[in-house]
T-cell receptor, first 115, second 108 residues
Framework: DAGITQSPRYKITETGRQVTLMCHQT?????MFWYRQDLGHGLRLIYY???????DKGEVPDGYVVSRSKTENFPLTLESATRSQTSVYFC??????????????FGEGSRLTVL | KNEVEQSPQNLTAQEGEFITINCSYS?????LHWLQQHPGGGIVSLFM???GKKKHGRLIATINIQEKHSSLHITASHPRDSAVYIC??????????FGAGTRLTVKP
């Protein structure tokens, strides 16, 4: 199906384990983003990517790693999960940066719990 | 002080009422986004604005760049409009700052 999908939708892990959240989009959008949403903080940008092999840090990048070897995929890895990374993670994509095609499309979210 | 402030935080309205949600920001922006988050958690983009006004169905969004202020209006509100509405401002290098959201409940 066309669109932007995240997996897994729900994940429970333990402190210190590595976790990877997957994001896949079928539109060949240039830009992809990872956000986390926490009560009291709203959405915050973790990392973004302007194209394959180009990634940049957002507001809260510490403890996260991203890669973008293919345009359609943008995985987010927590190399050693901590309780403070318990959150809902949203992936988003857009065609262009600042133009009439700049609408953001969000995945369904991945709820991660770190015990 | 947050860079993006929304008001009110919570809003309850009767079906049919005209609703206004406000967003003020303190940084220079290239665009402003209004998003809708449904009770199930999904997020949908409603508008992206860099100037003026946009309308889509019963929703109208306006922005005043000089005053650093935007409003989202819903005319003839309906219970299905119940959601959290989020304002986000975008800088010139793809960084985005989000408001805390306004929780709207429309009662039949």
């Amino acid at each position: 199906d066309a669109g932007i999908t995240q997996s897994p939708r729900y994940k429970i892990t333990e402190t210190g384990r590595q976790v990877t959240l997957m994001c896949h989009q079928t539109w060949s959008h240039s830009y992809m983003f990872w956000y986390r949403q926490d009560l009291g903080h709203g959405l915050r940008l973790i990392y973004y990517s302007a194209a394959a092999d180009i990634t940049d840090k957002g507001e809260v990048p510490d403890g996260y790693v991203v890669s973008r070897s293919k345009t359609e995929n943008f995985p987010l890895t927590l190399e050693s999960a901590t309780r403070s990374q318990t959150s809902v993670y949203f992936c988003a994509s857009r065609q262009d940066s600042v133009s009439n095609t700049g609408e953001l499309f969000f995945g369904e979210g991945s709820r991660l719990t770190v015990l | 002080k947050n860079e993006v402030e929304q008001s009110p935080q919570n809003l309850t309205a009767q079906e049919g009422e005209f609703i206004t949600i406000n967003c003020s920001y303190s940084v220079g922006i290239s665009a402003l986004h209004w998003l809708q988050q449904h009770p199930g958690g999904g997020i949908v983009s409603l508008f992206m604005l860099s100037s003026g006004k946009k309308k889509h169905g019963r929703l109208i969004a306006t922005i005043n760049i000089q005053e650093k202020h935007s409003s989202l209006h819903i005319t003839a509100s309906h219970p299905r409009d119940s959601a959290v509405y989020i304002c986000a401002v975008e800088g010139y290098n793809n960084d985005m700052r989000f408001g805390a959201g306004t929780r709207l409940t429309v009662k039949p």
